[in-house]
């Protein structure tokens, strides 16, 4: 792993707005909530994943662990983590782990190309194609007039496979397009739709259509059409930013959403969605009664109770499988467990739902079907 031992820092930031607002908001003084923003950044550089938190490459900070780094209560650390969140400073990834917004546009480009290189290559081969484009960037770049197809911007420009090569897309000249790297990352292997992008360049968004008319069939994993799956997948990044006012409201929405026809899209199924989108970062409270939640609201879309644990187990079991993440079908593990448990109110002395309590949960007890 290559470690840069220095980030950029902007000197913009001493007279961030954002700052000010967020030593207000969290009555914390703004000398500290500018230090709390340096430790992250460096602890963000640091990272073994570049720009996000994480201890190791598969285990993200936590509250707990950030807040023994920051000396800070969990309190306060809560707080602050919130704030930065609710103004765009952080964000959630996937293993909802905190990232620094924008950190590789912010950074430069050159600082971890090596990463980059070598994760795209192995992208490559894994989805069959060769390891060296059979493009040109510039004359892709060329064709779209050298803007990037979803923004506009004309600075740092890529190669964007607008049907994601992790989901099959190839190097089909209908397929590439010019973006912005800024646009290319945060897109990150999925589609335009699915990512909530809209093509502002015409004759981008025409090939991308033929292209999926003529490649993208509905026999393929993803049952990818153009309309059908931006709604539900719009709800579904946007419940990934912790917002607690907003969840609740979406909790609603996404208990409405179409159980999809096939396990291959099960995270689009309410339950999987909302789990995953309430967890972990989340105080386990507040995700217990979310789920209750959520259970009671679905629970009259099945005929009964063990139809709802099938459905979890087949939507689960293709969700990990398909993501590969042995902490997310941990947790998943965890929600056959928890609705069980939900079920069966006659446990005497139930105790409350506790995600420490799962710790040494045998994680492999959600059977293959
Ligand atoms: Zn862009």
């Not at 996000?52 to 309190?75: C, G, M, Q, V, W």
């Not at 059979?134 to 049907?163: F, M, P, Q």
């Not at 897109?187 to 968004?205: C, D, H, L, V, W």
Request: net charge negative.
């Amino acid at each position: 792993m290559s470690k840069m031992p220095w980030f950029r820092y902007y000197s913009e930031t001493s007279h961030d707005k954002k700052i000010d607002l967020i030593s207000e908001e969290s009555d914390l003084h703004f000398l500290i909530v500018h230090g709390v923003w340096s430790i992250l950044l460096c602890l963000a550089n640091d990272s073994p994943i570049r720009g996000s938190l994480y201890i190791t490459k598969n285990k993200p900070f936590r509250d707990s662990f950030l807040a023994e780094d920051l000396h800070l209560s969990i309190e306060d650390t809560k707080k602050i983590i919130e704030c930065f969140i609710e103004y765009d400073m952080l964000e959630i990834d996937e293993n909802s782990a905190y990232k620094i917004s924008n950190w590789d546009t912010r950074q430069f480009q050159s600082d971890n190309s090596n990463e980059r290189v070598e994760k795209y290559r192995n992208k490559r081969k894994e989805s069959g194609l060769s390891v060296a484009p059979s493009y040109d960037t510039k004359e892709v770049c060329n064709r779209y007039g050298n803007a990037c197809v979803y923004c506009g911007s004309s600075i740092n420009l890529v190669v964007d496979h607008a049907y994601p090569i992790t989901l099959g897309g190839t190097d089909d000249p209908d397929n590439l397009v010019c973006a912005c790297k800024g646009c290319n990352s945060g897109k990150s292997g999925r589609t335009p739709e699915q990512a909530g992008y809209k093509f502002i360049n015409p004759i981008a968004e025409d090939n991308y259509k033929k292209y999926l008319s003529q490649n993208v069939t509905v026999t393929e994993a993803e049952e990818v059409t153009v309309t059908s799956v931006s709604a539900s997948a719009s709800l579904y990044d946007s419940a990934f930013v912790y917002n607690e006012l907003s969840l609740k409201n979406k909790i609603e929405e996404f208990a409405k959403l179409p159980i999809p026809q096939s396990p291959l899209q099960a995270n689009k199924h309410p339950l999987i969605a909302l789990f995953m989108a309430g967890s972990d970062y989340m105080p386990p409270e507040k995700e217990y009664k979310n789920i209750i939640d959520t259970f009671s609201l679905i629970k009259g879309r099945y005929k009964d109770h063990n139809e709802i644990v099938d459905d979890i187990k087949k939507y689960s079991i293709a969700w990990t499988s398909r993501n590969n993440k042995n902490g997310e079908k941990y947790k998943i593990s965890n929600l056959v467990w928890f609705y069980e448990w939900f079920l069966n109110d006659s446990i005497p002395n139930k105790k409350p739902y506790n995600r420490h309590s799962l710790d040494n949960m045998i994680i492999d007890n959600v059977e293959q079907p």
